[in-house]
């Protein structure tokens, strides 16, 4: 069973910076894409950003050139990079994952449902 567990989440002042990490278990298969993706109340979840299995990335445009993705695939854990961070970055942030993975990231991207996989989340408050 995989299992998702994010942390790294606060609150900041505009601005600032925050990573996320998400620590992942129990994958099968070598192959897998992930992502970050973030929710806000009354609203649906929406891609931020995905890497795929052959390491392309994938960001929403609303965080390109604030936010980078990555992994460390020795520690199986997912990272996200957040600077520059503005309140409408505020939300609860999901990490997700999908394996194996039979698509690019970008097709993951678009495709949110296709991830099987899905932490609890970690919030993110950005205050003016």
């Known amino acids: 069973q995989v299992q998702l567990v994010e942390s790294g989440g606060g609150s900041v002042e505009a601005g600032g910076s925050l990573r996320l990490s998400c620590v992942a278990s129990?994958?099968?298969?070598?192959?897998?894409?992930m992502g970050w993706f973030r929710q806000t109340p009354g609203n649906e979840r929406e891609g931020v950003a995905v890497i795929g299995s052959d390491g392309s990335t994938t960001y929403a445009d609303s965080v390109k050139g604030r936010f980078t993705i990555s992994q460390d695939n020795a520690k199986n854990t997912l990272y996200l990079q957040m600077n520059s961070l503005q309140p409408e970055d505020t939300a609860m942030y999901y990490c997700?994952?999908?394996?194996?993975?039979?698509?690019?990231?970008?097709?993951?991207?678009?495709?949110?449902?296709?991830?099987?996989?899905w932490g609890k989340g970690t919030q993110v408050t950005v205050s003016s």
């Open positions: 129990g994958f099968k298969y070598s192959n897998y894409c």
């Open positions: 997700a994952a999908e394996s194996p993975a039979y698509y690019s990231g970008y097709y993951y991207y678009r495709r949110p449902w296709l991830f099987r996989y």
